[in-house]
């Protein structure tokens, strides 16, 4: 304790002896003006207290224009001011913003606004509307007033106070009334009362005339009669999002954002049957809501959704800086503010604007003053102001004199080095040059007003510098300052250079519309010098269908906004891209956008809306539309939008009478697809598409001059086709300690911030690894010292090598397509980034390749298809493919076998698959030659299979099992097989499941045999399907044993398990699950239920007055008819699973 007195006390010593230079009293405020709301006639005072070295003195502002002093506004000694009565008449009125301004020796200060409002109520704009109801149902009353301060709103039924203690009924702090379930004693007159501090207001009265219902009430649909609408608020109010809904039975009212997120629980509650309440809200509060409507037990739903902005005031984010500088020297002062709407910011010398000239300038929000001079010294201050409010920070410029200055640096030379760069030499100051320790360089565009002015600081040790941030086809003017310890020089003389263009940055935003069914009018904005980086010398737009992979491009000049594309198909998915480019050639397309054209209809409905889309902030967009003229009536609108590659967010309803929609809660810099049409009583309007793409948000501080320089010269070498060196030079500065790299990288054209790569080094050159062959990449580095980090380096871009396939051609298929030529076709290999020059195809017999002798075609990439002619019959011919390019060879493909037939016999579907090759099915026609040596051992398989059927019989018949009953079915009768020969047909090998397993693909949790559902519980008995040659089947218990059946006699087998128990009911569900299933009925389309504003999503009729009945839908069945039996076959549904599907009379 005793050391930091001693500190503070030199401190205060050393300020007393140099005050002008290292120390200043900041004048300050103690106590600013807040908003007051007052009564006409009563007094008001407004506080301001400031801080600082006396003497201080402090005027006031009203409206921007000083006050006097007089018997009407009084200054207290304190600073405050006192009006005794205020005063509200035409002639004048004291409601307005004041301000206090403090002075003293070294500067003045303006404190924040202050809005004095006089309260006052104006009459009902809009009064209840008598009604009539029948009992049972609802009925619903509003008003609205305006109202400083906001008024309290309240209802009286028959002139008297309405009594609330029913939760019937509800009052909203909006002003609206909802009764539930109407009864014949509420009928009556209804009035609204509304009070604040200044006076009460009565509204007319509203009867409401409720009848006794005749009848059962029918069963309805649910409807929101009253859904939320987009309110705007301030921070820290209340909302009411309101939901009203009807049906029969009553529908349940549930709430969620659209965004997924959660609803905050700890200041959100419901008032009344489904009206949403948030108190105290703050910018987390923002978004889109939706009130959903159901019916119990159902899946009938109706939605309505609400934008809610909350306001939030003006709030400085980074405050400026004092600073001290000498004469000629810069001074930088940041300030960045943020809330909702985003606030301006301009910049106060001395309490008044200052007043901005070639040498201070403001930029964005920071305030740069260059070449200073002596009359720069003073106190400046940032004011952000909104609709909110405003507020204010200041810091202060301290000039140093210093005489002894070095002369300006000489013969400044400016040469182009490419798009980006520009090589700087100077030669150095003529007078001092020994004591100068920097040189500032500083540029700024040549064309345009107010723009900003950058400055680099370099050593000593150099006369020539490379500025390598610039962009594309921009004139530039520079000039350089050199610095000694005390003191800077004057200016040099400005040069200006142009620098090369590029490719376009990005290419326009496309706005879609259909006039019709088979038209699309393609319209866009001329790109902005920022992006285009140069001249555009042509468009190029490009289409097809979502179905079709063909692509129609066309080639536009340069002046053209829009192209009518005609002749299309109608309600067909259409995408569409475009591509600008330069002299210096194309830019990347962008990604494909989708536009439906509508269906073609007599009727007419109303036409594309004409939309204007523009970004409020970096979470937020604007949208505004118009109708044409001659639209059919509109009954609302349709909204929905989505981020570039993802799914759409939920479709907004909108009244007619609404013209503009704010969309929040979306990502920075992220592209969005905005889409909209008409409703009306005709059907669904033409769309209108647009894309827009999100600023970035400006959170962190600009950086600053002597934040470190980025490296220069960056180069790409290539290695392999899958990696490249990279080298860079470290930039010229001073610094001893130690330097560290990034290393960005990523494949062009992807937005995806995880497809972004970085590597960390010490060294200016790093290996880069793992890359994909023949893909384009875009490289840059940046430099990290002392915890401070420097811009990206210019980007650099490279493509990698190609590389030789790395996989071969899939799909291979051989046909027999006449007795001795054969087509064999295949897939280009499965594998991105890969060009196939050509293809190999290898074929030759058994014989010829046991003596290591192929033949050999080839044909171009674009060719899938090849011909082998000429072929051998009797012969089994092998056949294997291999694609190529100019880098290499890729691997060969499975070998595939075509067995050539013999004479006139019949094709078989089953192809020989050797064990001394593995390949893929195989495809081919005609019976295999089989030697004396195969023979045997298919003779010595028969047997020892046969002696297995034996021992298994005699085993379950020792065990005395029941006896099996075998049935042969022939083709035709009963289950239905194919009769033709399934040639050339890989599905030729159908696998049957054997004994029992689980069907989990409808996600019922049933047992099924091989024949159909299989219910443990009311049988017990077990169908299989057994191959033909087989005389006396097997018990095999093995699940998941695959066989195979061929077309004729089919072999059906039961078990009878006379006695056997049925498993209990748990053990049963624990291990297959219930085994009723309900329909699992999809109902996640929406339908329109024709109310505007609102869409649903509702089942049929029939399910609503029947809900405990399955729902029955036609579908094929199957069955088993089994000759000289008595049996009951039941049916397989899809909507039924769990019915069995065979059991015998009286099971």
């Given at each position: 304790m005793a050391k930091l007195k001693m500190k503070m006390l030199l401190l205060l010593v050393f300020c007393l002896h140099s005050p002008n230079v290292f120390c200043f009293s900041e004048l300050s405020f103690i106590t600013e003006p807040s908003d007051v709301t007052v009564l006409p006639k009563d007094p008001a005072v407004l506080d301001c207290q400031a801080h600082g070295q006396p003497p201080v003195t402090i005027k006031w502002l009203k409206n921007g224009v000083r006050l006097a002093e007089s018997e009407q506004m009084q200054f207290l000694p304190n600073g405050s001011l006192y009006i005794p009565k205020i005063k509200h008449t035409k002639e004048r009125s004291d409601e307005g913003f004041y301000q206090c301004l403090s002075?003293?020796?070294?500067?003045a200060?303006?404190?924040q606004r202050s809005r004095l409002t006089i309260a006052s109520i104006s009459q009902f704009l809009l009064h209840p509307l008598p009604m009539a109801v029948t009992a049972g149902s609802v009925a619903r009353f509003s008003c609205a007033v305006t109202s400083r301060p906001p008024a309290t709103i309240t209802w009286e039924f028959n002139q008297s106070p309405l009594p609330l203690q029913?939760?019937?009924?509800?009052v909203l702090p909006n002003g609206v009334l909802q009764i539930h379930n109407v009864q014949l004693k509420d009928a009556g007159q209804y009035r609204c009362v509304a009070t604040n501090i200044e006076s009460r207001q009565k509204s007319q009265e509203a009867k409401l005339t409720v009848s006794q219902g005749v009848g059962a009430k029918p069963l309805q649909r649910p409807r929101i009669i009253a859904g939320p609408q987009n309110i705007t608020v301030s921070l820290h109010q209340t909302v009411v999002l309101e939901c009203f809904a009807t049906g029969n039975p009553w529908p349940i009212i549930s709430w969620s954002r659209a965004d997924s997120k959660p609803i905050d629980v700890y200041k959100a509650k419901v008032l009344g049957n489904g009206n949403l309440v948030i108190k105290d809200v703050n910018s987390q509060h923002s978004g889109v809501y939706l009130c959903r409507a159901t019916t119990p037990g159902t899946r009938n739903y109706t939605i309505a959704a609400a934008n809610l902005t909350v306001q939030v005031p003006p709030s400085i984010v980074e405050k400026p800086e004092s600073q001290t500088r000498p004469r000629a020297g810069t001074a930088r002062f940041m300030c960045q503010a943020e809330g909702v709407p985003p606030p301006h910011i301009s910049w106060l010398k001395n309490g008044e604007e200052v007043h901005l000239n070639g040498r201070i300038k403001m930029y964005n929000s920071k305030l740069v003053i260059t070449q200073i001079i002596p009359e720069d010294d003073a106190i400046y201050q940032c004011i952000a102001e909104s609709e909110q409010g405003s507020v204010l920070s200041l810091a202060r410029l301290i000039v140093v004199m210093s005489e002894d200055r070095p002369s300006a640096p000489r013969n400044i030379h400016a040469e182009t080095i490419s798009s980006s760069a520009i090589l700087l030499a100077w030669e150095r100051p003529l007078y001092n040059a020994d004591r100068v320790i920097a040189y500032s360089i500083h540029y700024m565009k040549a064309e345009g007003l107010n723009n900003e002015e950058y400055q680099v600081v370099i050593g000593n040790d150099t006369t020539s510098y490379i500025i390598d941030d610039l962009e594309p086809a921009r004139n530039y003017s520079f000039y350089i300052v050199a610095y000694m310890p005390m003191g800077a020089s004057r200016m040099s003389d400005q040069v200006s250079q142009h620098t090369l263009e590029d490719v376009p940055l990005r290419t326009p935003e496309l706005r879609l519309i259909s006039h019709n069914s088979t038209e699309i009018q393609v319209s866009w904005q001329q790109l902005p010098s920022k992006v285009s980086r140069g001249r555009v010398s042509a468009y190029r737009l490009s289409y097809r269908t979502a179905a079709d992979n063909t692509v129609i491009s066309m080639e536009l000049p340069q002046n053209s906004t829009e192209y009518l594309l005609e002749g299309l198909q109608p309600d067909t998915i259409y995408l569409l891209r475009m591509a600008a480019a330069t002299r210096m050639g194309w830019c990347e397309p962008s990604a494909w956008t989708s536009h439906r054209t509508p269906k073609t209809s007599s009727r007419k409905v109303p036409s594309a809306p004409i939309l204007q889309v523009e970004p409020l902030n970096c979470t937020s967009i604007v949208v505004h539309w118009r109708t044409a003229p001659e639209t059919e009536a509109v009954v609302g609108y349709r909204l929905c939008y989505h981020e570039e590659s993802q799914p759409e967010q939920p479709v907004i309803q909108l009244q007619?009478?609404?013209y503009t929609y704010t969309i929040s809660g979306l990502d920075p810099r992220r592209r969005y697809h905005i889409k909209i049409l008409a409703l009306s009583q005709a059907g669904d309007g033409y769309e209108t598409d647009q894309a827009i793409s999100t600023p970035g948000c400006v959170s962190a501080r600009d950086q600053m001059a002597a934040t470190p320089p980025s490296p220069d010269h960056v180069t790409v070498l290539t290695n392999n086709s899958s990696e490249v060196s990279l080298r860079w030079n470290r930039p010229t500065f001073p610094s001893r300690k130690a330097i560290s790299y990034t290393v960005r990288y990523m494949i062009v054209g992807m937005h995806?911030?995880?497809?972004?790569?970085?590597?960390?080094?010490?060294?200016?050159?790093?290996t880069v690894q793992n890359l994909d062959p023949n893909t384009r990449y875009e490289f840059a580095v940046r430099l990290h010292v002392d915890q401070m980090s420097s811009t990206w380096s210019h980007v650099v871009y490279h493509r990698t090598q190609p590389a030789a396939p790395r996989r071969p051609p899939t799909g291979v298929r051989v046909t027999l397509i006449e007795d001795d030529t054969a087509l064999v076709s295949w897939k280009e290999p499965s594998e991105p980034n890969v060009v196939v020059t050509h293809y190999t195809i290898l074929y030759a017999s058994q014989t010829s390749w046991r003596a290591g002798s192929w033949q050999i075609i080839q044909r171009e990439g674009s060719h899938t298809m090849a011909l082998l002619e000429r072929l051998q019959p009797g012969n089994v011919y092998l056949v294997k493919i291999s694609a190529s390019n100019q880098v290499g060879d890729g691997p060969f493909s499975d070998v595939v076998e075509l067995p050539m037939k013999r004479g006139n016999v019949q094709r078989n579907q089953n192809a020989w698959h050797p064990n001394s090759f593995q390949h893929t099915a195989v495809f081919s026609d005609g019976l295999y030659?089989?030697?004396?040596?195969?023979?045997?051992g298919i003779i010595v398989g028969v047997s020892i299979a046969l002696a297995c059927i034996v021992m298994c019989a005699l085993i379950l018949i020792s065990k005395g099992r029941p006896s099996h009953k075998v049935v042969a079915l022939p083709p035709g009768e009963g289950l239905s097989l194919p009769q033709e020969r399934y040639e050339e047909n890989p599905e030729a090998l159908i696998p049957m499941m054997s004994t029992n397993f689980i069907d989990a693909k409808g996600g019922s949790h049933m047992v099924i045999n091989t024949a159909c559902p299989f219910m443990s519980k009311n049988q017990s008995r077990k169908w299989l399907l057994f191959n033909r040659d087989v005389s006396i089947p097997t018990e095999i218990d093995v699940e998941g044993r695959v066989r195979l059946y061929?077309?004729?006699?089919?072999?059906?087998?039961?078990?009878?398990?006379?006695?056997s128990a049925p498993l209990p009911p748990s053990s049963r569900e624990i291990i297959f699950g219930p085994f009723h299933v309900e329909s699992s009925q999809s109902s996640e389309a929406s339908q329109e239920t024709g109310d505007s504003g609102h869409y649903s999503n509702e089942e049929s009729n029939e399910e609503m007055s029947n809900p405990s009945n399955d729902a029955a839908v036609t579908e094929p069945k199957l069955s088993f008819q089994v000759e000289n039996e008595k049996r009951?076959?039941?049916?397989l549904s899809g909507h039924n699973a769990a019915r069995p599907c065979c059991t015998s009379d009286g099971s």
């Open positions: 002075k003293n020796k070294f500067g200060i303006l404190s029913t939760d019937r009924i509800t007619a009478q609404t995806n911030a995880s497809a972004v790569r970085y590597l960390q080094t010490t060294k200016e050159n790093v030659h089989i030697d004396q040596r195969s023979m045997t061929e077309t004729g006699k089919t072999v059906l087998r039961y078990e009878e398990h006379l006695g009951v076959c039941y049916h």
